[in-house]
DNA sequence: CTGTTATATACGTATCAAATCATATAGTTG
DNA sequence: CAACTATATGATTTGATACGTATATAACAG
């Protein structure tokens, strides 16, 4: 696997823009809402109608964080008369969603613990 | 592996709480500066004053970014004199960057191959 | 064309966070 | 004790962004 944030090869530190770019991914997943909405998304590609129900968000709240999920590339659109479906387009995003999950169990479970 | 955001055994949707905490996860990730510390940190502990030299930051900014991320769980802190070092907590934060990194790679990679 | 539906966007407001400066705190040295 | 060093934090400014309301745009139906 190659690494590109973690390089062993070279130690140079990243670019600015490098950073800028990695940080925004991250920063576009650090909203709930966007997390529904590719929570949502899941099990296929939805409307924008059927992700306003499903998240309970206003049409315009929902609207523009598509633009900002598809603007990303987190999220594909398809135009089929009136509606348009969104859908996850690199399914690895809910390994990192998982990932972050995982270590969020194993830090409540530690605190847990260290409760005792 | 357990999957804790895409479940496939329960189908019911991540209450606010939850969604809340895994976005504050990716939101701490979400900053250059934090990714430039994080990097400044992949081969061992660093003092405050070593991480200012390393990022090219104020000692006030980097002693706040570092209480972001060290109450978030990623970094743990020692105490040593006077000097404070902290070091990465759990390593499976470089995977996430390296995660990143890596679909953004793809992304670009696309991007670029369209243009022709 | 008119009306209707689905989606996107402009604008205003409120909230939040990043950066800086100045200062406080804690540990060390003499 | 005073002086010094390393780190943390209060106060402020500034910029970003999430949300709501209203409106614009686009596709379709009649």
Same mark, same amino acid.
């Given at each position: 696997?190659? &690494?590109?944030?973690?390089?062993?090869?070279?130690?140079?530190?990243?670019?600015?823009?490098?950073?800028?770019?990695?940080?925004?991914?991250?920063?576009?997943? =650090?909203?709930?809402?966007?997390?529904? /909405?590719?929570?949502?998304? /899941?099990?296929?590609?939805?409307?924008?109608?059927?992700?306003?129900?499903?998240? =309970?968000?206003?049409?315009?709240?929902?609207?523009?964080?598509?633009?900002?999920?598809? =603007?990303?590339?987190?999220?594909?659109?398809?135009?089929? =008369?009136?509606?348009?479906?969104?859908? /996850? &387009?690199?399914?690895?995003?809910?390994?990192?969603?998982?990932?972050?999950?995982?270590?969020?169990?194993?830090?409540? &479970?530690?605190?847990?613990?260290?409760?005792?």
């Amino acid at each position: 696997m190659s &690494r590109a944030f973690v390089s062993k090869t070279q130690k140079r530190s990243p670019s600015e823009d490098f950073l800028r770019m990695v940080a925004e991914r991250f920063r576009v997943l =650090g909203e709930p809402m966007r997390l529904r /909405i590719l929570h949502a998304l /899941i099990d296929g590609e939805k409307s924008v109608t059927e992700l306003v129900e499903a998240t =309970g968000a206003t049409q315009a709240n929902v609207s523009r964080h598509l633009q900002t999920l598809a =603007g990303t590339g987190i999220l594909g659109r398809r135009k089929e =008369g009136l509606r348009v479906f969104y859908r /996850i &387009r690199d399914q690895s995003v809910l390994d990192l969603c998982d990932h972050v999950c995982g270590s969020l169990d194993r830090d409540l &479970r530690e605190r847990t613990k260290a409760l005792r």
